[in-house]
């Protein structure tokens, strides 16, 4: 069965400091990864996914995020944080038409 | 992406009642995911919806807890039966949606509170 760590619960940064969110997943196979963020109140929303080719992968709101096989990490990044990225992060690995979540990572940021 | 519309958004029921959320999407979707998030916890599946079959359900969720129907290929509801303050959690909806190149969209999620 799969299975999704995110190391960190909390972190904090600086507005406009730079950010790295990780993930290690267990899967036997390729897996689908997907990362996800949800603000106070909401649901959720889909920021990137990786299914396969390039392993760095664009998505919105200026995330990115890196495909390691051999690390079995798909980390999330982004440049300069901007005080509404304040929220939680999920990241998922997929398999067999399911998703398994972390615990989340909840990003907070300071003026 | 798909829309997809969760109703209600939130509620606040006595212990011992039921409570219908219902799930409906924008597009016609093969399969539905009910997921429940506790407090300050992560999400965790509670079963798959295909239409015109059973539910199938995950370790630890039983029907007769969260009956689900699936009747056409835009709408699912999830039934939270016999409710107890430990079933108060956000209860979301997901499809993969083949409009967002198969990743999974979610609904805007159900605030259950049980007193």
């Known amino acids: 069965a799969q299975s999704v760590t995110q190391p960190d619960i909390h972190i904090t940064v600086s507005e406009g400091a730079s950010l790295e969110l990780r993930c290690n997943y267990s899967?036997?196979?390729?897996?689908?990864l997907f990362w996800y963020v949800q603000s106070p109140g909401q649901g959720l929303q889909l920021l990137l996914k990786?299914?396969?080719?390039?392993?760095l992968v664009q998505g919105i709101k200026g995330f990115e995020a890196e495909f390691k096989r051999s690390q079995s990490s798909f980390n999330l990044r982004k440049p300069s944080v901007h005080w509404s990225d304040a929220a939680e992060y999920f990241c998922?690995?997929?398999?067999?038409?399911?998703?398994?979540f972390g615990g989340g990572t909840r990003l907070m940021v300071k003026p | 992406s798909a829309v997809i519309s969760q109703k209600p958004s939130r509620d606040i029921c006595q212990r011992g009642t039921s409570l219908t959320i219902q799930c409906q999407v924008d597009?016609?979707?093969?399969?539905m995911f009910w997921y429940r998030q506790q407090p300050g916890q992560s999400l965790t599946l509670i079963a798959t919806?295909?239409?015109?079959?059973?539910?199938?359900?995950e370790s630890g969720f039983v029907i007769d807890k969260f009956p689900i129907s699936r009747p056409n290929l835009t709408f699912s509801t999830l039934t939270v039966s016999n409710m107890s303050p430990e079933d108060s959690s956000i209860y979301l909806c997901?499809?993969?949606?083949?409009?967002?190149?198969?990743?999974?969209?979610f609904g805007s999620g159900t605030r259950l509170t049980v007193v």
């Open positions: 919806a295909n239409q015109g079959s059973e539910a199938t359900y």
């Open positions: 997901s499809v993969v949606d083949p409009t967002a190149n198969y990743g999974y969209t």
């Open positions: 899967y036997g196979a390729t897996p689908y």
């Open positions: 597009s016609q979707v093969t399969m």
């Open positions: 990786y299914f396969s080719g390039d392993t």
């Open positions: 998922a690995v997929g398999a067999s038409n399911m998703l398994t």
